[in-house]
């Protein structure tokens, strides 16, 4: 008899995981709290795991799904290039990915309003129990519900995520918004700009409906910006005084937050930079990480970003929950009936390998993170930064994945 797969979550680590599932033979369903998530989300990194394993769930990473650059370039406050290096990276969007996982699932295996409130199990079952008062029932429940997952919430409330001291402000701009002589200069480039104490990344990405054709594209900024936690309440209240401490909807930025980093633009980034960023609708995402203590619970799984959050330098949030999503697939195929015995597998693999991600990631931000910290008490890269190898760690970032896959085993996947 098939086997049913309860997966709470349908962005981009709840679909590679159904995909990945249903072609070993499993009955996926796909349950997603929000009743539409189509027209969010901007850039995206990628890196070779991720293609392979989009590869393998039989979708295939054309032109249309993403942009590779060939240069990194950093500019000066006064828009001098001063430095460049070759780099090789494939930046894609959130929302290309997402369409074509989206669109490749029966439509009735993908349901939407459909927030998971608690899980109930016993050796034979597990039953998934949603708001609307509905129940699933399923052999294995997998948790790819995100950050602020209720999945993990249940089993283990007291991982929470870790606030790192700083917002990344994003934006994006369609290409042909872009002002003639920023396109000429830096449009094709993975543009880095560095005011002291932050971090910008500016560089191409598809269009919101996937489009890479020279005109339709998108610009795209990440601007990360040391925010201690008394400012970022106050960052997170909207105009009726309401803080959403977890992060703010962009709807609900407040119109001063918006216009006070607008005029920091123009004093802090080169030109070119700051006269795209002035032209966007921005928004901040406070950045946080997360390191779950488990990840097998009996018959459910946590994957993805309810499992480990990896800070967005390493660019690697969609391809760690791809590598989660193979590495679920297998060992729950290794195990046969063994459902529980196929978690633990997964989860003594996946656990190491998420470890090491955060670490990475946390290594990539602590000069970030160190802003909020006394002068005297910084340490080393914490004080001042090595643009050359800054730059370098930028491009070789897939190569740092690599030997973190090595090291931990799951080169086989790939
Ligand atoms: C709308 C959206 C846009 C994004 N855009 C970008 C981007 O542009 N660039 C980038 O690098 N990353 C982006 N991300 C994050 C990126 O998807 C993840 O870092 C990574 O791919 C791992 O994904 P995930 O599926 O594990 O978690 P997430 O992508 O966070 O997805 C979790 C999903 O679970 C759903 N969910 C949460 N709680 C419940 C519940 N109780 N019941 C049912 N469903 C629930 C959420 O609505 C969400 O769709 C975006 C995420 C979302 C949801």
Known sequence: ???????????????????????SGWHAVVFERENDLTGRGVGLGTHPQLIAVLRRAGIDFDATMGMTVAKVVCLDRVGNIVIEQPTARTMSAWSRLYRALRSALPVQEYRLGKKLRRIEQDRDSVTAIFDDGSREHGDLLVGADGIRSAVRQQYLPRAQPIYAGYVAWRAALDEARVPHEAHRQIFELYTFCLPEGEQLLGYPVPSEDGDTTRGRRRYNI????????VALDAMCTDASGRLYSGGIAPALIRSEVTAAVKADAETL????????????DPFFQPIFDLESPALAFGRVALTGDAAFVVRPHVGAGATKAAIDAAVLADSLDRAGADVAGGLSRFESMQLPFGRDMVALSRQQGSYLSAQLKPLAQRRGGELRRDIEALLHAHGSRSDQIGEIVAARGLEAYF
Do not use: C, K, N
């Open 1 to 23: 008899m098939t086997r049913r797969a309860l997966v709470i979550g349908g962005s981009l680590g709840g679909l590679l995981a159904a995909h990945l599932l249903r072609r």
């Open 269 to 280: 980034l080169a030109p070119q930079l700051a006269e795209i960023f002035r032209r966007s």
């Open 222 to 229: 990440v601007w990360y910006r040391p925010v201690d936690v």
